[in-house]
């Protein structure tokens, strides 16, 4: 039972190092909160075989395109080039899907975030110091 119990926990341990996680690797650059409305841009960080070596998806949609609007984006210009224009659509979450090829093969990305209505839904955590002066007599 011991040893059971310590291959199970080897496993597990195993498949968390290497399992899927939500986080951004830092090959898709861009903002975790959208504003409704305002265009962004995302980018690429590795360079691919060519310049239209790209192709991003919205919205877990595997046949996103030009100038198309699926849930909470619209992909605004081209969808196959290093750096893709994304206009918010609608309050909610989003995610961001890229596939490219480079010398090494096939690669995939993903990137997650939300659409806000205005500015003041993004909380920012500012770090205050008090400072207290000696009064001299």
């Given at each position: 039972m011991k040893n059971f119990t310590l291959l199970s926990l080897i496993i597990t341990i195993g498949f968390c190092t290497t399992g899927f996680s939500q986080c951004n690797d830092g090959t898709i650059t861009g903002y975790f909160t959208l504003i409704l409305g305002q265009t962004t841009s995302f980018t690429a960080t590795p360079n691919a075989q060519c310049d239209n070596c790209y192709d991003w998806d919205i919205n877990n949609h595997c046949s996103s395109s030009d100038n198309q609007t699926i849930g909470t984006l619209k992909i605004v210009g081209n969808d196959m080039e290093k750096t893709l224009l994304i206009e918010p659509t609608a309050v909610g979450t989003f995610s961001i899907h890229l596939s490219y090829i480079d010398e090494k093969g096939y690669h995939t990305a993903s990137f997650m975030g939300n659409?806000?209505?205005?500015?003041?839904?993004?909380?920012?955590?500012?770090n205050t110091v008090t400072y207290v002066r000696d009064k001299k007599k």
């Amino acid at each position: 039972m011991k040893n059971f119990t310590l291959l199970s926990l080897i496993i597990t341990i195993g498949f968390c190092t290497t399992g899927f996680s939500q986080c951004n690797d830092g090959t898709i650059t861009g903002y975790f909160t959208l504003i409704l409305g305002q265009t962004t841009s995302f980018t690429a960080t590795p360079n691919a075989q060519c310049d239209n070596c790209y192709d991003w998806d919205i919205n877990n949609h595997c046949s996103s395109s030009d100038n198309q609007t699926i849930g909470t984006l619209k992909i605004v210009g081209n969808d196959m080039e290093k750096t893709l224009l994304i206009e918010p659509t609608a309050v909610g979450t989003f995610s961001i899907h890229l596939s490219y090829i480079d010398e090494k093969g096939y690669h995939t990305a993903s990137f997650m975030g939300n659409v806000v209505n205005n500015p003041n839904e993004i909380t920012l955590k500012e770090n205050t110091v008090t400072y207290v002066r000696d009064k001299k007599k």
